[in-house]
Nanobody, 123 residues
Framework: VQLQASGGGLVQAGGSLRLSCAASGRTFRKYTMGWFRQARGKEREFVANINWKDGSTVYSDSVKGRFTITRDNAKDTMFLQMNSLKPDDTAVYYC?????????????????WGRGTLVTVSS
């Protein structure tokens, strides 16, 4: 499956952005989908995940209550609504697809990755 993330940009602290991840190539609805991010000089970290079977979601503690992950299987698209953004949220955000969904927070378990989209939050 091919993934393309979009929607990044520059926003002031406290603002909002909505990221999208468009999928193509295979049956999107059967993949558990996730968002990860990597800030400059830091390791990639898990952000959020949505299970394909029951739509259950998992969030990292750093974004819980501020970010919301959703998916539209009819449009083969996943979203990440980011509210109350902080400068620490500045990173390149990547979407990824996992065929099994056994370890949603582990990036190494994901099978497909899209190119990232840069989110910059100014103070």
């Amino acid at each position: 499956v091919q993934l393309q993330a979009s929607g990044g940009g520059l926003v002031q602290a406290g603002g909002s952005l909505r990221l999208s991840c468009a999928a193509s190539g295979r049956t999107f609805r059967k993949y558990t989908m996730g968002w990860f991010r990597q800030a400059r000089g830091k390791e990639r970290e898990f952000v959020a995940n949505i299970n394909w079977k029951d739509g259950s979601t998992v969030y990292s503690d750093s974004v819980k209550g501020r970010f919301t992950i959703t998916r539209d299987n009819a449009k083969d698209t996943m979203f990440l609504q980011m509210n109350s953004l902080k400068p620490d949220d500045t990173a390149v955000y990547y979407c990824a697809a996992d065929e099994n969904g056994l370890d949603p927070m582990n990036g190494y378990m994901y099978d497909y990755w899209g190119r990232g989209t840069l989110v910059t939050v100014s103070s």
